[in-house]
């Protein structure tokens, strides 16, 4: 997708938090994620009149040889607390990862900030289903358990980070693009009715009318929703700069235009793109693509 040109009238700044943590990975390449997208946005990657405006997690947060779960927890407090005010003072933001494990405190904090108009609603696109808790897991990497988390289920470090309760609702999230995974994890899916819709269905069905499905779950009865991607969610062949790529996923020539639409929306809250390894990448295929997504998800906003 090309994206339009933009006047200096339309110009859009996108608050854009920078979240340096690849404790949750077991491949932790994806801690220099943010900083390499950085550079590659501000080499002018993508011909826009975006401005991103950054903000960096304390490096003090996510420090090598910190047990894992102690780094995630301290990372999702501060980012939970940070999106809280973002959320608050009605900031439409961006989140770059990172591994997808301080996802927790990204919804969490945006949940806890509307909690007294309405529930959250979430859009998860990965190849992954990230619902194991630690008595699941095979792997033990925690960036496989923050859906869970976020039902309130797991580490109870992780799970309470939005006032004590439950980030979201199970009737309010859905799962796009799922393709590798344990049964486990769909036992967890079937007992708590969160809807997925693996890639298998996505083939059959269609990208657009899967993603149109999960829109209308994340804004029924909600007050306004998030979209969390995971690059891993895309096939590898247009995003190889991943920790843990998976064959057969979403082509981005069938999914950046709906991705406008979606992350435009007056009532999408937030958005967050996760994983990117930069030591994984091809050619800045990943970065290019993820430029792109960037772009495209502020043309046209009128918020």
Not at 4 to 9: K, Q
Not at 12 to 30: F, H, K, N, Q, S
Not at 289 to 296: C, F, G, Q
Request: with cysteine; aromatic share 6%; glycine share 10%.
């Amino acid at each position: 997708m090309r994206v339009p040109a933009i006047t200096a009238e339309r110009a859009r700044t996108i608050l854009t938090v920078e979240v340096a943590c690849g404790a949750g990975a077991l491949d932790p390449g994806c801690k220099a994620g943010p900083a390499a997208f950085r550079q590659h946005w501000d080499d002018g990657a993508v011909s826009t009149d975006v401005q991103l405006v950054w903000e960096r997690m304390p490096p003090l947060l996510c420090q090598d040889g910190m047990p894992p779960l102690e780094s995630v927890a301290q990372t999702a407090r501060w980012l939970a607390e940070r999106s809280r005010r973002l959320t608050e003072d009605d900031s439409r933001f961006l989140v770059i990862g990172g591994d997808h494990s301080f996802a927790v405190g990204t919804w969490s904090g945006v949940s806890d900030a509307l909690r007294h108009r309405g529930p959250l609603g979430l859009i998860w696109i990965d190849a992954h289903m990230d619902m194991h808790v630690p008595e699941t897991t095979h792997s033990g990497a925690i960036n496989g358990m923050p859906v869970a988390a976020l039902l309130g289920y797991g580490a109870p470090e992780l799970t309470g980070l939005a006032g004590n309760q439950r980030a979201v609702d199970p009737r309010h999230i859905c799962l796009v693009g799922a393709r590798s995974f344990e049964p486990e994890e769909v036992t967890f899916a079937k007992r708590h009715g969160v809807r997925v819709i693996g890639m298998d269905e996505c083939a059959r069905r269609g990208i657009a009318d899967s993603l149109a499905e999960a829109r209308a779950i994340a804004t029924n009865g909600t007050v306004g929703y998030g979209v969390s991607l995971d690059l891993d969610a895309f096939d590898p062949a247009d995003a190889p700069g991943v920790g843990t790529p998976a064959p057969d996923g979403i082509r981005a020539s069938e999914f950046l235009d709906l991705w406008a639409d979606l992350t435009r929306s007056p009532t999408c809250r937030g958005i967050e793109l996760v994983e990117y390894n930069p030591f994984r990448d091809r050619e800045n295929r990943t970065a290019r693509l993820m430029s792109t997504l960037v772009a495209a998800s502020a043309v046209g906003d009128e918020r």
